[in-house]
């Protein structure tokens, strides 16, 4: 699905994949042939290193400590979640390979290959490029920036629709903000049976909060010029006429 105009800026998959990562509060570690999930015990260091306080009787710190020199194979997978209720709520996979040692009382693992699977399917991202990445200065902000938009701001969402090519809102049931960055804000069109996603970039990058609800009062101004599209087939509420 496209917008109503032609330029698209969006994030690098450098820069996505570390805002996958900074955005994680659980990860899937698999190590030794055990695979096991882990909530509120990593980190991240400024190279895209992730630290895990690891429980002592893990099979991660089992092989940290008994592979020889100490550095063992361990893949770390990451989900990103859309905060917002919808259909599909897995918005992308973050995978991380590489060597996990010890460091204090933590587990280190160092990258040494690093996958992004979007819904336009995997990525092989290079490691340095990773290294050097920073995540989407918004990554902090987005989930709480985006259920105050769908949850208080329900008509601001759907008068965005008119940017959307009315093609893509055939048979649509409903609208919800899937996700925003400092490049645009993507919209998620449901159907019966089937969803697609649709980004309106913002006419320039925006590198903090106000920047960004100036971005998004341009776009809400440009909905309100354009031509109404044909009502969506809303799925309404008890009580709704």
Not at 119 to 143: H, W, Y
């Amino acid at each position: 699905m496209d917008g109503t105009r032609g330029w698209a800026a969006g994030p690098g998959v450098a820069e996505r994949a570390r805002s996958v990562l900074a955005a994680a509060w659980s990860c899937a570690v698999t190590a030794g042939g055990a695979r096991e999930e882990y909530a509120g015990v990593h980190s991240v260091t400024d190279g895209g290193e992730v630290v895990l306080a690891a429980p002592v009787d893990s099979a991660l710190r089992t092989a940290a400590l008994c592979a020889p020199r100490g550095e063992p194979s361990a893949v770390l997978e990451f989900a990103d979640v859309a905060p917002v209720p919808v259909r599909n709520r897995i918005r992308a996979r973050l995978w991380l390979a590489g060597w996990c040692t010890p460091v204090g009382d933590d587990l280190l693992l160092r990258p040494t290959r690093v996958v992004l699977r979007q819904p336009s399917g995997p990525v092989l991202v290079d490691v340095d490029e990773f290294a050097a990445a920073r995540p989407d200065p918004l990554t902090g902000d987005e989930a709480r920036l985006l259920t105050h938009l769908a949850e208080a701001h329900p008509d601001a969402v759907e008068r965005l629709t008119r940017l959307v090519r009315p093609e893509s809102l055939h048979a649509a049931t409903r609208v919800r903000p899937l996700a925003v960055d400092r490049h645009g804000l993507t919209l998620r069109i449901e159907r019966t049976r089937a969803h697609g996603d649709v980004r309106l970039p913002f006419h320039a990058p925006a590198d903090d909060l106000p920047q960004l609800a100036e971005r998004v009062h341009v776009l809400l101004a440009q909905a309100g010029a354009a031509a109404c599209p044909r009502a969506l087939q809303r799925q309404r509420a008890d009580g709704d006429g």
